[in-house]
C-alpha cells in the first residue's frame, strides 16, 4: 500500500525536502512534508498524487514562501476512510521531490502507540495533579479565602489543562515532576476564571462541576476575591516552585504565555467579546471562533504550549504543539456547545441548555447541529496531524487527549 | 555634639556590634545597633546614656534573644527636639559596647540630603510612569475591555507604588528603565484590586480619584473581567518587558513577590477578613493592623521590595527596603484612616466618612483620632530609620515619601 506524491518542484535546486515520519491516524491519512527555501522570495509549485479522497485539496495550492532563511509549509490532503493507519516517508531525489507514503501500520502496531491507555495515563495524572494542587494551596488563615478557593479548586473537574500540559512537557522529552508547577497553574488560572464567570453580573451560573457555584456557597464579594487570588496564586506558584534545574528564561515564558492566555487577548478579552454578542442571532462564523479562540483555546492551548516549553522543546516542537492545541481547543468548545444542546443538566454537571436559552453564539446555533458535528471531526484531524511529527509512542497520550475532547459525554 | 550610649552588655563574649552609619533625620534622634548573637538563647541587658527626651526607652529593654544562628536587634531612642541631623556609629571596645552619636549635620548638608526637591522628583516619575503605562495598554481589539482597563488605569492617580519601585531601585544602584516594567505591574495589580473592591459585592463604592467607579461606567461584569485581565497583565508585562540585561531569577523574584503580594496572602486576603470585621465595633489594633498590612501596606512594600531586587540589591539592602516599606505601608493606612474622618468628598477625591458608616475597623475608631496621628508620627519614624543604612542622598527620594504619605491632604 504505498502512494507516489509528487510534493513540489522548484526552480531552484537549492531546497530540500527533509525526511518526516509520524503516524497517520486511522479514518484519513495525512501526509506532512517540510520544505527549506533559499533566503529568497520565490514561487514553488506543489502537487500530489495518489488515491485520495475527492476534493481533499492541499490547504494552500500552489504557494508563495515569504522571503525567509527557513520556512516551512505543510503539505496536507485527506486519504479515503477505511484505510489502517500509515506512516509516510519524504524524500528529494532531485527538482522534482516525491514523497512517498508507506504502510508502516504494522511497525505503528508493534510500537504499542494504538495499544495506549489513555484512561489509565489521564487517572494516574490527574490523581498526580490533585495531590500538587491540594499541597500548593493548604487550609490555612485567612481561613474564609482559603476555603474558597479550595471549594472551586478542588471540588472536581477533569484536569484537563495540567494534563495536557504534562503530556506536551513527556512529548519534547521533560519529566511531570518539571512541569507539575506549571500544570498546577493552569488549573489555578482556569478555575479562578470559572469563578469568575459564574458570577451574576458575567454567567450567572448556579451549578457547576455538579456542585452550587462559589457564589452561592460564598457570597459574591468572597467568590470575586477567592477568584481573583488564585489568578495571583498561578503566577507565584510557577515563579516560586518550579524545580531551579532548568533555565530561568523557561519559566519567565511561561509567566508570559500565561498572562497573555488569561488577559484582554485571552480569557478575559474572550469573555467580554462574548457578553456584548449575547442576544446576537446573526453572528457568523469567524466572530464564534474569535470568542472561542479566546474564552476557551487559548488556555488549552496555553497548557500545551508551556508544557512544551518548561520541557526543552525546540522551536518548532512548540510551534507544532501550539497548533495541535489551537484546534484542540475549538473542538473543545464545539464540543460542548454540542452538548449543550442534547445533553441534560444532570449528565452535564452543568444547567444544560443555558447558552440557547440567553441566544448566546454557538457552533449548532450558527452552523447547525448536523455541520457542527462533522467541523469537530475536522478538527480532530487538523489536531492530529500536528503531531505527526513527533515519536508516535511519545505522542500517544495528545492524540488520545483529541479523541477524548471529541468524544466526551460531559 | 557627641553622645555616649551603653549600647548592651552581655554575659558572652561571642557577639558582637557592627558599626553602622546613617542619617538621622531632624525632630528627633534614633540610634541602631546591629548585634549578632550566638545561636544559643540568651539574655542581653541593653541600655544607653545620653541627652534623651524623657520616656522615650528603648522598644524593647531588656530584651530576650530567641534562638537563632543570627538575630538583628535595633535599638532605638528618640533624642529631644530642635537638634539638626546627625549621624552615629558603634564600636565595640569590649563586652560594654559603646555606641557613640557624633555631630555630622554640617556634612550631610553638604550633601544636600535636605535639599532634595521631592515634589520635582515624584512629578517626573509619575510622567515617566504615565507614559510607560500607556504604552503597556494601548486601545486595541477587543476595545470594551481595553476602555475598561485604561478607564481605571489611566483615570490619575498618584502613582505611589510605581514611584516607590523606582526610587527603591535607585536607591540600590538601579535605573529607572530597569525597574519600569515592575514599577507598571505594581500599578496594574493595585488598579486591579481598586477595580473589584469597587464593586458592589465589596466596598460598593460610586466614586474613585474623583470619577465614577469602573463598574458605574462598563456595568459590573465588564468591570470584573478588566480587573482580571489587569493582574493577569501585571506579571505578563513584567515576564515579557523587563531588561535582557539582568538575571533572570531576579524578574522571577519580582512575579512571585507580587503574586504574594495580592494574593490569599495579601490584598485579597486582607480584603475578605475586612469584609467579616465590618460592624465588629469591638476590633483590636492587632486584628486592625493584620487586615492593613494584608489589604494595603503589602503591595506597597511589594513595589518597594521589588524595586530594590529589580536594581540588584543586597540580601540586607532588600529587607531594609522591605521594613522601610512595612511601616511606611501601615502609615499609608493610617493617614487614609485620619483623611476619610476629617476630610470632605471633594477634597479627598472619593467618598469621604464612608468607613465610619458602614462601621469599618480603622485607626481612629479603634484608638481615638489624638492617637492614631501620634501613632503615625512614630510609623514614619521607625520607617526612616531602616534607611540611615543607606547613601543619605540617594535615600532622599524614600525619605521624602515617608513624609509625603504621613502629611498629604488626600
Chains 1, 2 share one sequence.
Not at 56 to 67: A, M, N, Q, T
Not at 314 to 323: A, F, L, N, P, W
Request: proline share 5%.
Amino acid at each position: 500500500m504505498a502512494f507516489t506524491v509528487i510534493a513540489a518542484s522548484c526552480p531552484s535546486p537549492k531546497f530540500c525536502l527533509q525526511p518526516k515520519t509520524g503516524i497517520v491516524p486511522h479514518e484519513y491519512m495525512s501526509f506532512n512534508t517540510v520544505i527549506s527555501v533559499p533566503p529568497n522570495p520565490c514561487s514553488y509549485n506543489i502537487g500530489y498524487q495518489g488515491h485520495f479522497k475527492s476534493g481533499s485539496l492541499p490547504y494552500k495550492h500552489p504557494v508563495s514562501f515569504p522571503f525567509s532563511a527557513s520556512y516551512s509549509y505543510y503539505i496536507q490532503g485527506h486519504m479515503r476512510s477505511g484505510l489502517l493507519p500509515n506512516r509516510y516517508s519524504a524524500s528529494s531525489p532531485s527538482q522534482n521531490i516525491i514523497t512517498q507514503l508507506v504502510d508502516l501500520a504494522a511497525t505503528t502496531r508493534e510500537k504499542g502507540a494504538h495499544d495506549f491507555d489513555f484512561k489509565g495515563y489521564m487517572k494516574s495524572k490527574a490523581i498526580a495533579v490533585n495531590e500538587a494542587l491540594e499541597k500548593a494551596v493548604p487550609l490555612s488563615h485567612p481561613e474564609r479565602i482559603t476555603e474558597a478557593m479550595r471549594y472551586s479548586l478542588l471540588g472536581g473537574g477533569k484536569r484537563v489543562r495540567p494534563c495536557l500540559c504534562i503530556a506536551a512537557c513527556e512529548l519534547v522529552g521533560g519529566t511531570q515532576d518539571l512541569a507539575m508547577p506549571t500544570a498546577c497553574a493552569m488549573e489555578l488560572a482556569h478555575t479562578s476564571s470559572l469563578i469568575h464567570d459564574d458570577l451574576p453580573c458575567i454567567d450567572n451560573d448556579d451549578l457547576r462541576r455538579g456542585k452550587p457555584t462559589n457564589h452561592k456557597v460564598f457570597g459574591e464579594g468572597i467568590a470575586t476575591l477567592a477568584g481573583y487570588a488564585l489568578l495571583a496564586f498561578s503566577f507565584e506558584h510557577v515563579a516560586a516552585s518550579t524545580s531551579n534545574t532548568i533555565d530561568r528564561s523557561r519559566i519567565l515564558r511561561v509567566v508570559s504565555e500565561l498572562g497573555r492566555a488569561v488577559g484582554r487577548r485571552g480569557v478575559a478579552g474572550g469573555q467580554v467579546v462574548d457578553i456584548e454578542s449575547e442576544g446576537n442571532g446573526s453572528i457568523d462564523l469567524k466572530s464564534l471562533e474569535w470568542i472561542h479562540v479566546h474564552k476557551t483555546a487559548m488556555l488549552l492551548k496555553c497548557s500545551v504550549v508551556c508544557g512544551a516549553i518548561i520541557g526543552g522543546g525546540s522551536k518548532e516542537e512548540i510551534e507544532r504543539t501550539r497548533r495541535y492545541a489551537h484546534h484542540v481547543g475549538l473542538l473543545f468548545q464545539n464540543v460542548d456547545d454540542i452538548l449543550d444542546v442534547t445533553r441534560s443538566s444532570q449528565e452535564l454537571g452543568k444547567t444544560a441548555g443555558k447558552d440557547l436559552s440567553v441566544g448566546k453564539a454557538t457552533y449548532p446555533r450558527v452552523m447547525g447541529l448536523q455541520r457542527a458535528k462533522e467541523y469537530g471531526l475536522e478538527l480532530v484531524k487538523r489536531a492530529k496531524d500536528e503531531l505527526s511529527f513527533f515519536d508516535p509512542v511519545k505522542a500517544a497520550p495528545l492524540l488520545g487527549f483529541a479523541d477524548y475532547i471529541a468524544f466526551r459525554k460531559s
